[in-house]
């Protein structure tokens, strides 16, 4: 990003612009798919290896040329560019697109049009080369096309799997935030067709020779791998399975060491051996069942947060406070692209997207209107699709839909604002922004949820309702809370109850250690229950259900039980020990969460 050509020497040392490595890798893919693209012990394609983990976008001359001329395609006109990106400002005018720089250094910083544009051109030129390799594959094999990714890669993820047959995701997460580790099971299945596989994960650690990784607790991989099957994941896979003799990355976790004996990881490897045979016929016979909950995610917003990292706090970091919010809360969620269907969801979450088109607004809108529940923001709508403030509104649009009259948009962090909402007080932090409710005699105004006590928008609203249609829209439009280690999550949990009453599961944890994978099986519920902290954890029952398996029945070499009067759950509270496991079915039949 810096504009610094990198060397040869590690990994990701290439321009995949470049036209010599385009041919070569071009001519590479036809000779592989040609000579083993039907042989039956191959039974996918990966292209690649995490594309864009190291590094975003280059700044090669083959870049510069393609960066003038994705430009001209885009706005067709250079005045068009300039009126878009405000490049008055600190004379930054453009007399035609070969002038435009790539973002290298500067003496302050680049216009955030220009590094916005930057990464969705870096973004869809990889995707682009993906494809192409996808298509090359495609003439020669009738075997599906993956990419293993992750959440933190410089990538558009939605737009990269929309061409693929399956997804594919990395995941190294540390025993002590597992809740990163279930954002990727929570996302990952929803791009690609639903189908998804876990790609590589350490079978005790991760690590490097710069940072050594901490092993996981006993118990911990295995409860990985049960997450995984619940959630739909068809694989789980270890990376490395022998560990690297040289090389940068030799500390790292492995099942064999580098002289053929089984490290510590060895007995991950083997207690999944027992899990996956236990838990196939269940998996076989049951689906998934879609959660009534939704949170957008937004590798668009992730940039726009990279650009705009005002008080330090990056997209993935908000995200990830916010979805652990949600976990911690008990509540079953599902984690989407912003242009995905709605369709079976009842309440929606769309925290900290700086843009959202219009397209997408009104089609929300509708859903809204036939029956769901929009919690929209906090920093969601503030900006343009070319990262500028709306010339004619403070939120796009967004502010009509609410019934409200926003005031002042400021950074709260740090202001001395805090703030009231249902019942709990907070400090209120992040680029926010704050209203009041418009006067009007309407049935569908909007009413304050969340008040101003403090600060330079002392008496304002912060968090407003209003009833659209047979759904409603709660419009947040500051953080209340710090979303730092100490800060105890009461009042945004609070929020996520109250849009969330109605649609509570029939299992509620709490605590953020356990999880429930709902999946469907004759008509009936089953709960795939996993603890993934180091601690007992709790969860209640609201219907009884009767027990199908548990860890102990996987270890003692049971395989799945046989009904019987005294496994059958009765309503009540219950306890699940540190990295444990517990498959329930509802007694009762239901045809929906």
């Not at 690590?207 to 997450?227: D, I, K, M, Q, T």
């Not at 709260?412 to 418009?438: E, N, P, Q, Y």
């Amino acid at each position: 990003a810096d504009g610094v050509a990198l060397g040869h020497g590690s990994r990701q040392h290439i321009c995949i612009n470049n036209p010599v490595f385009r041919d070569r890798a071009e001519r590479i893919a036809n000779a592989l798919a040609a000579a083993v693209g039907n042989d039956p012990r191959v039974l996918a394609w990966q292209l690649d290896n995490e594309f864009r983990s190291h590094v975003g976008g280059c700044h090669c001359e083959t870049c510069r040329d393609l960066w003038a001329a994705w430009l001209a395609e885009r706005y067709q006109e250079v005045e068009l560019l300039n009126e878009a990106w405000h490049s008055a400002v600190w004379s930054e005018t453009y007399q035609n697109f070969a002038q435009v720089p790539l973002p290298g250094p500067t003496p302050f910083l680049h216009n955030t049009s220009l590094v916005n544009d930057f990464r969705q051109f870096s973004q869809q030129c990889i995707n682009r080369f993906a494809h192409e390799q996808a298509d090359i594959i495609r003439a020669h094999s009738n075997h599906p096309v993956t990419h293993n990714s992750g959440l933190g890669f410089d990538l558009d993820n939605a737009d990269l799997f929309g061409a693929l047959d399956f997804s594919s995701f990395d995941a190294y997460p540390s025993a002590d935030n597992h809740s990163a580790f279930l954002m990727n099971l929570d996302y990952f299945p929803h791009l690609a067709n639903g189908r998804t596989v876990l790609m590589e994960t350490s079978p005790s650690h991760g690590g490097s020779v710069r940072n050594y990784g901490v092993p996981h607790p006993r118990g911990f991989v295995e409860a990985e791998a049960f997450a995984n099957y619940a959630s739909g994941s068809a694989g789980f896979l270890f990376w490395h399975f022998r560990q690297h003799r040289g090389g940068s990355e030799q500390a790292h976790g492995s099942v064999i060491s580098a002289w053929g004996q089984p490290t510590i990881g060895y007995s991950s490897a083997e207690a999944i051996g027992r899990l996956l045979p236990a838990v196939k016929p269940l998996l076989d016979c049951s689906s998934t069942a879609q959660p009534a909950v939704a949170v957008h995610y937004s590798d668009h917003a992730k940039g726009f947060l990279a650009t705009e990292a005002g008080d330090g706090a990056g997209y993935r970091g908000l995200i990830s406070t916010f979805h652990a919010g949600l976990v911690r809360a008990g509540i079953q969620r599902s984690l989407l692209p912003v242009e995905a269907s709605l369709a079976g969801f009842r309440v929606l979450f769309t925290p900290f997207v700086h843009h959202l088109s219009g397209q997408d607004r009104e089609r929300i809108l509708r859903w809204v209107h036939d029956g769901g529940t929009w919690v929209c923001g906090p920093g969601t709508g503030g900006r343009t699709e070319h990262h500028t403030w709306h010339a004619d509104s403070a939120l796009g649009g967004l502010e009509d839909a609410a019934g409200v009259e926003p005031v002042f948009q400021f950074p709260a962090t740090g202001s001395g604002s805090r703030g009231s909402i249902l019942g709990h007080s907070a400090v209120l932090s992040r680029m926010s922004t704050f209203f009041r409710s418009r006067e009007t005699d309407s049935p569908g105004a909007a009413t304050a949820l969340g008040t101003v006590a403090a600060g330079p928008a002392e008496g304002l609203e912060f968090a407003t309702e209003r009833r659209i249609g047979a759904g409603r829209m709660i419009l947040l439009g500051s953080y209340p809370g710090t979303g730092d280690p100490d800060d105890d999550g009461a009042a945004l949990g609070a929020v996520v109850e109250y849009a969330c009453a109605g649609v509570l599961p029939p299992v509620r944890t709490a605590g953020g250690n356990v999880a429930d994978y709902p999946r469907w099986h004759n008509g009936r519920l089953q709960h795939w229950l996993v603890n993934m902290g180091g601690q007992p954890g709790a969860f209640t029952l609201l219907r009884p259900a009767r027990k199908l398996l548990g860890k102990q029945d996987v270890h003692a070499g049971n395989g799945r039980q046989a009904f019987h009067p005294a496994l059958t759950l009765p309503v009540g509270a219950y306890t699940l020990g540190a990295h444990d496991y517990l498959i329930l079915e509802d007694i009762k039949e239901e045809h929906s969460l």
